[in-house]
Every structure is written in structure tokens, then in C-alpha cells.
């Protein structure tokens, strides 16, 4: 199964070509280019666009004094509620100080504390202060900056913007050769063309689109975890979507990319307060506002279905300096017409984060020889049922690294491409929007079988609406609409209620479903599951 789209006009090789340039990709990228490899790194739109530039918290690793990687673990296996691959999280942990050391040599920088030490904030689920931020609240764009200029100092990593990775190239024997891709260019490299690698990297970020409302910029519209199921590749724990509890709430009918207020507002010592401005999380959770997020993410949910007040409030007034400890969020809110120095801030949760996605294994090899995946496109097992926060930039740079090593150490010959023969498909645009609210609707913070199986009607009355235009936003359609009947369908399949997958008609945890749903497309696009056991998937 492939997506429409005409036949190749031109044709690039490089060692190996990676598809994003986000945390994930321009890390894989580095590092792949320290080995002498040539690498072509593709992206969407402009090199910096992303969820990595948005990153606000920062960055969690285990560096402050008395911290130890064993206890980021234990954070990390509780926020995933007894999902997470414990040998993925062991990696994270145990690399991620020396990845974020790296990442300082390649010129990040962190914001100091009074000492001149690196200051270290906490966030849910965190029983530490952990958090590695910059410029305040812009963690994420000091991180792009810093590893958006070391590629480009690096003449041998060619860079191609606008850039839209289509579908993989398949080689005789079955691996993976490279993929086609739609450039918006100038020249030679203009319209559809196809890149022929010894290795293909996906880290293509998240899929946050799928929904109405989303923390997610625009480009995240989850492409390469639906090329990955249509290059016949594994993904699992797709109906882990986690829900940020924070963020603004500007009025029911707003779509699309909504304002974070980062959980560091709460570890800074914001409150959460209900209508009747009582605070709610006490009681709740042994860590109250800083519980884990999806502990957090539901009591608003029910806060808010109980008063039929669309928001709870945030109460960041008692922080000293605001301005200068968060100035994204502060300008956000006054660009919203509230001053959070003195005002209540309105907030709701939204569609954050996967924490699911392309299976891989701890060198981020997916289940397709030469096809690799890494950072949020992937699940490397690392976040269970729902991240921790701020585990997903350290994620980024630890397995974005070892991709590099595994793929140095194991390249393979060149391949050449066979003709695709596979059905092709494409949607027309239009279906975007309701396939969002229905996403939103019906599996959303809470899901039960009624509404889920609601949407799954409306996603298959959608999916009758072709189009034989090629353009980009069918492809991003076309691509919203694969990873929808997979969330759908994951979650209809978990019985339970665990970490970010709530069912009203499953409220208990059960360990009949310690295990992970794993989902597969075959040729022809027809779906099949099975259960994988944890730590075996
Ligand atoms: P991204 O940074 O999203 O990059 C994906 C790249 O792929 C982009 O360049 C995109 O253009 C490109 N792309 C997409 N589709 C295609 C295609 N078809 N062809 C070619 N290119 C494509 N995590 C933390 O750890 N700490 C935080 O403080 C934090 N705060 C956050 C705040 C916000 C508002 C958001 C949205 C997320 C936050 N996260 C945070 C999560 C974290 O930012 C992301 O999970 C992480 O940056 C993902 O990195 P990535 O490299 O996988 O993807
Ligand atoms: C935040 O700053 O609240 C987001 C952190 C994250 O997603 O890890």
C-alpha cells in the first residue's frame, strides 16, 4: 500500500537519508556524519520546524547532586504504569547525562543558577529536581538552535527543506532502500523524486494533528509512523496519546496548535483550582499538581465535566519573577489578554504527546531490515503508558545517537529499488477537520467502546472520500486518517484504563493488560493485532 503521488522525476543517493529535523533527526544526523557516512537529512518545511523548537520544561537527566540514573528509573517506570520496557528505560537513564553533555558540546546552553551550576527544576512525576531549561521556558528552541547550526558547519550533511518524505523503497529482498519524497524546489530536485540510502532514519515526530486541539505545530501529522505501517513495519501502544494538562484555553471553537503552560509553572509552584477556585489535586495524589501527568490530565477532565465549565484555572500568581523564570508563557498569556502575574490562567488538557509508535528495538531498528526509527515517530518502550516529563528531548538525543552507532557498525551494501505494484491511495483534504473532532470526541482524554466505536464509524465514512490530486495536505490527510484507525483501534482493544488510555467502561487497571497491543498493515491495507508481552515487544 503506498500513497498516490506520480513517478519519480529525479533521483538522489546518500549513505543514509534521514527523514525530520527535529531533536531526534538532527542528532542522528551528527552523529551518523562523525562516522564518515553521507548523510541527506529531508525535512518537512523549514529546518527548525518541529515539536523540538516549541520543547518548553527542558530536558531531564540525572545530573544534579544525590540524583542517580536509578532513581530517574524509578520516576520513569511509574509514570509509564508498569509499561515501559525496563532495558529501554535503563538505556535512557544511563545515556542520557552523557548525551546531554554532548549536546553542551555541540553548544546548547542551559540557564545557570546563582552558583554558576546548571539549575535544575522539577516537573510531574518527577521526585527530583531534574529538569535541565533554557532561556526560561525555551528549552526546545535553544536545543534546534544549537543542533540546526552544528549541521549546518557540517558540509557533508546536505540538507533538502520542504522536503515531504512520501513512502519507502523496497529493495528485491524485501529491505528497505530508500524512500520517494515531494520537494517544493528549485532546479533538478523540484516535485516528486526518490532518495536511494543504504539506511533510512524516520524521526518524523509526533502526531498531535489527529486531534482538534493539540500542543503539536502543524507538521506534526504523525507521516512517519504511517509510512512506517505502510512499509510493513510494527507499531505498538498507539492509544497511549498523552493529554498535557495545561494548556491555555482560549474558547471552545479554537483548533489546531493551542499554547503550553509547561508543567514547570506547577513545579515552580503554580496551583490548579476548580471553579469554585478550591484546589483539587490534594488528596488525589501523594504529589498533588505535580502528579503524574495523566493523573493530572484526568482530574481536570472530571473537574470539568462536573462543573460544565469548559477550563479549570492555573494559579501562577505566587511566583516571584515570573517574567523572567517563563517569558514564552508570560508573552503567550498577554498576547491571550491575561497577565498571569496577577490573574488566574484558564486551562484545559490537549493532545501532547505519543508515546507509542513505530516499534524498535533498543539500536531503534524497526521490524523492516535498514528501516530505523527514533525519537517521538518511535516506541522504543522507554515511556509504557505515558511519559515522563521531559523525557522525550533526552529520548531524542540518546537513541537518535545509538541509531548512528548501530547503523555505522551494520551498514549494509547499496540496494537497488523494484517497482512498487502495491495499491496506492489518497484522501481528499477536506476530511481533516472532521476526522479531528471526531478523534477529540470519541477517543480522546476518556474513551469507552460507545465512542470509540462511534468514531471509528465516522473515520470509515471519511475514508471513502478519494481524491486523485496529489498535493500536500492529502498526503498529511491521507496519513491522519492511518494513524486515527490505529489509535482507535488499539484503544478499543485495551480493556483497561492505564496511564494516558482512560475507558469510561474500563475504569480498573488490570494485569490481564501488562502487555502491549501491536498493530500491522499488510499490502493490501488490511489491519491485524496481536498482544506482545512487556519487555518482549
Ligand atoms: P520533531 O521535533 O517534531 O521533529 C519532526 C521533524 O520531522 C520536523 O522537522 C518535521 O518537519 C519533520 N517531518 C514531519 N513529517 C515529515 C515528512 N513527511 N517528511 C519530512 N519531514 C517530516 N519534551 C521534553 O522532553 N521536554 C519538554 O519541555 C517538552 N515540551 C514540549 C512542549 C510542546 C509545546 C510540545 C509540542 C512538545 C514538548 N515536548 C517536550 C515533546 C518534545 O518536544 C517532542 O516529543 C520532541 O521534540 C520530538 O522530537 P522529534 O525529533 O522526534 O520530532
Ligand atoms: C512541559 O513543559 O510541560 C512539557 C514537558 C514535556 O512534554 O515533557
Not at 484558564?346 to 509508535?357: F, T
Request: hydrophobic content about 40%; some cysteine; overall charge negative.
Amino acid at each position: 500500500m503506498k500513497l498516490l503521488a506520480s513517478q519519480p522525476g529525479w533521483t538522489s543517493r546518500a549513505d543514509v537519508v534521514v527523514i525530520g529535523s527535529g531533536v531526534a533527526g538532527l542528532t542522528a544526523a551528527l552523529n551518523l556524519r562523525a562516522s564518515g557516512l553521507s548523510v541527506l537529512l529531508v525535512t518537512k518545511a523549514r529546518i527548525d520546524e518541529g515539536s523540538t523548537k516549541w520543547a518548553q520544561g527542558g530536558i531531564a537527566a540525572a545530573l544534579g547532586p544525590g540524583d542517580t540514573p536509578e532513581q530517574h528509573k524509578k520516576d520513569t517506570l511509574v509514570a509509564g504504569a508498569g509499561l515501559c520496557k525496563e532495558q529501554a528505560v535503563d538505556v535512557l537513564v544511563s545515556e542520557g547525562p552523557e548525551a546531554v553533555r554532548k549536546l553542551i558540546s555541540r553548544g546548547a546552553l542551559f540557564d545557570k543558577s546563582e552558583s554558576g551550576e546548571i539549575a535544575l527544576t522539577r516537573e510531574g512525576g518527577h521526585l527530583r529536581n531534574r529538569i535541565l531549561h533554557a532561556g526560561g521556558d525555551a528549552t526546545g528552541a535553544e536545543v534546534s538552535r544549537a543542533l540546526v547550526a552544528a549541521v549546518h558547519e557540517d558540509s557533508g550533511i546536505e540538507v533538502i527543506e520542504h522536503a515531504l518524505a512520501l513512502d519507502a523503497l523496497h529493495a528485491a529482498n524485501g529491505e528497505v532502500c530508500g524512500v520517494t519524497l515531494h520537494v517544493i524546489g528549485v532546479g533538478s530536485r523540484d516535485g516528486v523524486g526518490r532518495v536511494i540510502a543504504r539506511a533510512v532514519v524516520i524521526a518524523t515526530g509526533g502526531l498531535g494533528q489527529v486531534y482538534s486541539q493539540t500542543t503539536n505545530p502543524s507538521v506534526s501529522t504523525g507521516d512517519g509512523v504511517a509510512l512506517a505501517l505502510r512499509a510493513g513495519a510494527k507499531v505498538a501502544d498507539v492509544e497511549f496519546i498523552q493529554f498535557h494538562p495545561t494548556v491555555l484555553w482560549r474558547d471552545s471553537s479554537a483548533a489546531g496548535q493551542q499554547p503550553l503552560i509547561s508543567e514547570a509553572v506547577r513545579g515552580e509552584g503554580a496551583l490548579l483550582l476548580n471553579h469554585r477556585g478550591e484546589r483539587f489535586m490534594v488528596g488525589k495524589h501523594p504529589q498533588a499538581e505535580l502528579a503524574p501527568r495523566d493523573i493530572v490530565a484526568k482530574e481536570i477532565f472530571i473537574q470539568m465535566k462536573e462543573s460544565g465549565v469548559p477550563h479549570v484555572w492555573l494559579d501562577a500568581t505566587g511566583i516571584k519573577d515570573f517574567q523572567e523564570r517563563f517569558p514564552t508563557i508570560y508573552s503567550s498569556c498577554k498576547s491571550n489578554g491575561i497577565d498571569p502575574t496577577s490573574q488566574l490562567i484558564p486551562v484545559a488538557p490537549a493532545s501532547h504527546y505519543a508515546s507509542g509508535g513505530v516499534l524498535v528495538d533498543l539500536n531503534g531498528l524497526t521490524s523492516v531490515p535498514r528501516l530505523y526509527a527514533c525519537g517521538e515517530t518511535a516506541c522504543t518502550g522507554a515511556h509504557g503508558a505515558n511519559r515522563l516529563a521531559s523525557n522525550s528531548l533526552l529520548e531524542g538525543l540518546v537513541f537518535g545517537s545509538r541509531i548512528a552507532d548501530h547503523i555505522t557498525n551494520h551498514i549494509g551494501p547499496w540496494l537497488e529499488p523494484v517497482e512498487d505494484l502495491s495499491e496506492s491511495f489518497l484522501l481528499n483534504p477536506a476530511i481533516e477537520l472532521p476526522l479531528q473532532l471526531a478523534m477529540s470526541q470519541g477517543a480522546g482524554v476518556m474513551r469507552s467502546e460507545i465512542s470509540l466505536n462511534e468514531t471509528l464509524s465516522v473515520l470509515n465514512q471519511l475514508g471513502t472520500r478519494a481524491t486523485n490530486e496529489p498535493r500536500i495536505e492529502a498526503w498529511e490527510a491521507s496519513n491522519l486518517y492511518l494513524l486515527a484507525q490505529a489509535i482507535v483501534r488499539s484503544a478499543l482493544a485495551r480493556k483497561e484504563s492505564r496511564g494516558s488510555h482512560w475507558r469510561s467502561d474500563f475504569p480498573e487497571t488490570s494485569p490481564d493488560w501488562q502487555c502491549h497491543v501491536v498493530q500491522e498493515l499488510d499490502s493490501e491495507g488490511n489491519w491485524s493485532s496481536h498482544l506482545e508481552e512487556v519487555n518482549d515487544a
